[in-house]
Antibody
Framework: EVQLVESGGGLIQPGGSLRLSCAAS????????MSWVRQAPGKGLEWVSV???????YYGDSVKGRFIISRDNSKNTLSLQMNSLRVEDTAMYYC?????????????WGQGTLVTVSS | QSALTQPPSASGSPGQSVTISCTGT?????????VSWYQQYPGKAPKLMIY???ERPSGVPDRFSGSKSGNTASLTVSGLQAEDEADYYC??????????FGGGTKLTVL
């Protein structure tokens, strides 16, 4: 059974850094495309970043240059390093598989971890 | 990477059908058959309901169907049930290794 469990969220001041993790089970992170998707309180979903099985990484315009997606194959985990955080980065952050069994779709989702950026 | 356009709300009575639209551009919805739809209950993670415009993942009721015409995709829920009341989001691959979501539609079962 595919399971994704996010952690690392919390309250952080503007300009600070935070690292989110997503522990995967039931499949290998390295063999799949993996993404982060966020949702600001009361708002819609926003694609944040993707890492391909080959290791290439891509980002949405709103986080480019500030966030870094990576994976640890030995721990089967996905990470998101968030730097220079802004108030508008406040959101629930979900990790998700992309196209694991459904091409170009976000198949499986974690429960999310909440990031609050506030002074 | 502009968000896809969805109506903020939709409604229908039990047993009726309701259709939710999702309008993009020729660079996303119109350019690829990689439109997907997600159902989200309050406080829960989204769930994949439709992928590749009209395909249903295993376990999704056949009351849910998808289609596309030009730059607009649609999700139709037939035989509405109380449990269908949720937020629905469309998404499309946007080319150049990025994805875009719609703003979401709150479906109310009257």
């Amino acid at each position: 059974e595919v399971q994704l469990v996010e952690s690392g969220g919390g309250l952080i001041q503007p300009g600070g850094s935070l690292r989110l993790s997503c522990a995967a089970s039931g499949f290998t992170v390295s063999g799949n495309y993996m993404s982060w998707v966020r949702q600001a309180p009361g708002k819609g979903l926003e694609w944040v970043s993707v890492i391909y099985s080959g290791g290439d990484t891509y980002y949405g315009d709103s986080v480019k240059g500030r966030f870094i997606i990576s994976r640890d194959n030995s721990k089967n985990t996905l990470s998101l390093q968030m730097n220079s955080l802004r108030v508008e980065d406040t959101a629930m952050y979900y990790c998700a598989t992309v196209g694991a069994t459904h091409p170009y779709a976000f198949d499986y989702w974690g429960q999310g971890t909440l990031v609050t950026v506030s002074s | 990477q502009s968000a896809l356009t969805q109506p903020p709300s939709a409604s229908g009575s039990p047993g009726q059908s309701v259709t939710i639209s999702c309008t993009g551009t020729s660079s996303d919805v119109g350019g690829y058959n990689y439109v997907s739809w997600y159902q989200q209950y309050p406080g829960k993670a989204p769930k994949l309901m439709i992928y590749e415009v009209s395909e249903r993942p295993s376990g999704v009721p056949d009351r849910f169907s998808g289609s596309k015409s030009g730059n607009t995709a649609s999700l139709t829920v037939s035989g509405l049930q109380a449990e269908d009341e949720a937020d629905y989001y469309c998404s499309s691959y946007g080319g150049s290794n990025n994805w875009v979501f719609g703003g979401g539609t709150k479906l109310t079962v009257l």
